[in-house]
């Protein structure tokens, strides 16, 4: 994979966690240092490529450990093919598999409403 598609990979999962805090994009350049809207509109949009220092702010005005930044799985795909992945991926798993995803989107709901 390019740089250049990492980068968009980058800016798609950085708007992606930005909405899930219902920030907007001036408030999280502030948050990380003043840095203005464009700044954070070139990341997102994959022109950007923030050195360390920005991304350990990026990572903790998000919450997140800085790990998530790069959490690039699914995030091209739509609602239908994500909800066929989680099927299939379903068929194919034994009860205990399936208690676990259960609780670990538990979890996550209940982490996204405490943010909320």
């Known amino acids: 994979m390019s740089v250049d598609s990492q980068a968009k990979l980058f800016g798609q999962r950085l708007r992606q966690l930005r909405l899930t805090k219902k920030l907007k994009q001036h408030q999280l350049g502030r948050m ?10 070139d990341l997102e949009r994959g022109r950007g490529r923030p050195p360390f220092e920005v991304l350990c702010a990026l990572a903790e005005a998000l919450d997140v450990p800085m790990f998530e930044l790069f959490c690039f799985q699914g995030i091209e795909d739509d609602s239908k093919s994500l909800k066929k992945k989680i099927e299939s991926w379903m068929q194919g798993s034994d009860t205990e598999e399936v208690r676990k995803l259960y609780r670990l989107m538990l979890v996550a709901f209940e982490k996204r409403s405490r943010h909320a």
Request: net charge neutral.
């Open 32 to 41: 990380i240092g003043g840095k203005g809207d464009q700044y954070i509109s």
